[in-house]
Nanobody, 124 residues
Framework: QVHLVESGGGSVQAGGSLRLSCAAS????????MGWFRQAPGQEREGVAA????????YCADSVKGRFTISQDNTKNTLYLQMNSLKPEDTAMYYC?????????????????WGQGTQVTVSS
């Protein structure tokens, strides 16, 4: 059982920045696809960014490409999401995720472990 705990959410104005953190209870970098999903009210949960096991590849959704950066500190078992140039449409609950399958990068049913979520609110 991998426990994931997110932090770093909050309220910012459009154009601002936030950095989300996800602390894992064990070393996940070589075993799991680690990523971030988000879910706005009334919408489906969507994959935002992910990093492959070993860190060789990353993925960012088109909607955040060039603004969000995913990274991980293996010494701290921590995943990060640096979010710059935030827009009101980025407002959502953000969830950290760990998946054994690459399908878990984009598909919530394939995610093995979820964090509890952290709220990001961007005002115009």
């Amino acid at each position: 059982q991998v426990h994931l705990v997110e932090s770093g959410g909050g309220s910012v104005q459009a154009g601002g920045s936030l950095r989300l953190s996800c602390a894992a209870s064990e070393y996940t970098a070589s075993t799991y696809y680690m990523g971030w999903f988000r879910q706005a009210p009334g919408q489906e949960r969507e994959g935002v960014a992910a990093v492959w096991p070993g860190g060789g590849s990353t993925y960012c959704a088109d909607s955040v490409k060039g603004r969000f950066t995913i990274s991980q500190d293996n010494t701290k078992n921590t995943l990060y999401l640096q979010m710059n140039s935030l827009k009101p449409e980025d407002t959502a609950m953000y969830y950290c995720a760990a998946a054994r399958s690459q399908l878990g990068v984009w598909n919530p049913p394939w995610v093995n472990y979820w964090g509890q979520g952290t709220q990001v609110t961007v005002s115009s």
